[in-house]
């Protein structure tokens, strides 16, 4: 009987240190999320009006890095300081678990990629409970309370699509293959589908436009990777594909290249970073579209200044979208060269 007492005392003993071991863990990730003020940049000891969160768990580490910039340079404008939540931390949290940890720490708004995940609606649905706006960015979750979005539209970028692969005039069907992430934030995804569909049909093409989603896992970079590889082994192969981040367009022309697939298929992308510029310059993508993500991150801490500050915001705020095509991406990347040099 003395056996017995004494094994559970130890385990309740145990399971009373786990727990504040745990609890000790989470406070801690807290005030590193809270207190730390390195990530900025004006000096370390500078005093704030304003302290937001800025959560994304994109691939796209370059695309959000200009968001994040943009965001940044016009919160310092407006005596606001944009921390990037998760960013210094050895523990990965997901967006919902970052969003959570946002409340807690009592920010002053949250700027988000979203998405139409149940979870993150509710995450951000709690955030506005506690008085704290939400403006989603780049991606959307339509349902939630997020008082902004700040994007393109999927639709319109789908026509954007359309119109480039109509300049070859086909007169035969096309086989049109966009990739897509296998998430559930698919849904503004198929509005590009939509999109190029529509600009067919416009024309009086709609019966040539045979057109599919390729889902792909975008778990990491090289799951999209090789999902990406896979469309380009054996003899099927479309006559179009279309790529909507700046990872997926670089795994497409890479994969083109290795499999000595360059010229068999038309390749389109997205995002105007140097290397797919310089994809563009070498005809190995025949165009892409850009989006000007600094001005996207400002646009979304100018959201959360004016709700803030009025108590209103508009609930959508447009970027613009532009195409891109080889002798512009020679031309920008040989400014760009120019400006380097002087």
Known sequence: MDRKRNRAFVLISILVVLTAVITLASLVVVRLLTGRAAHTAASPGEQYLRHYAFIHTGSDDGLWDKIYSGALGRANELDAYVE????????????????????????????????????????????????????????????????????????????????????????????ICVVMDNDSGAGGQNLVISGIYDEFADRGLGDNCNIEGVYVNNETTFTAEEDIRDIFIGSNLPDAIV?????????????????????????????????????????????????????????AVEALDEYINTGHVTNYIAQDTEVIRGLEARTILALEEQEEGT
């Open 84 to 175: 990037d939540f998760g960013a210094s931390l050895t523990v990965d949290y997901d967006r919902d678990a970052l969003i959570g940890i946002a409340i807690d720490a009592a920010v002053d708004g949250i700027i988000v990629d979203g998405d139409s995940s149940e979870e993150t609606t509710r995450m951000i649905d709690l955030a506005q409970e506690a008085g704290i706006p939400v403006v989603t960015v780049f991606n959307d979750s339509a349902e939630s309370d997020r008082v902004c979005f700040v994007g393109f539209s999927n639709y319109s970028i789908g026509r954007q699509y359309g119109a480039e692969l109509l300049d070859d005039n086909p007169s035969e069907a096309v086989r």
């Open 243 to 299: 790529a909507l981040n700046s990872v997926y367009t670089r795994c497409l022309f890479q994969a083109a290249v290795d499999y000595n697939k360059t010229g068999n298929v038309a390749l389109y992308g997205f995002d105007d970073s140097d290397d797919i510029l310089e994809a563009l310059g070498k005809e190995l993508l025949e165009a892409t579209i850009s989006v000007d993500a600094s001005k996207m991150g400002a646009s």
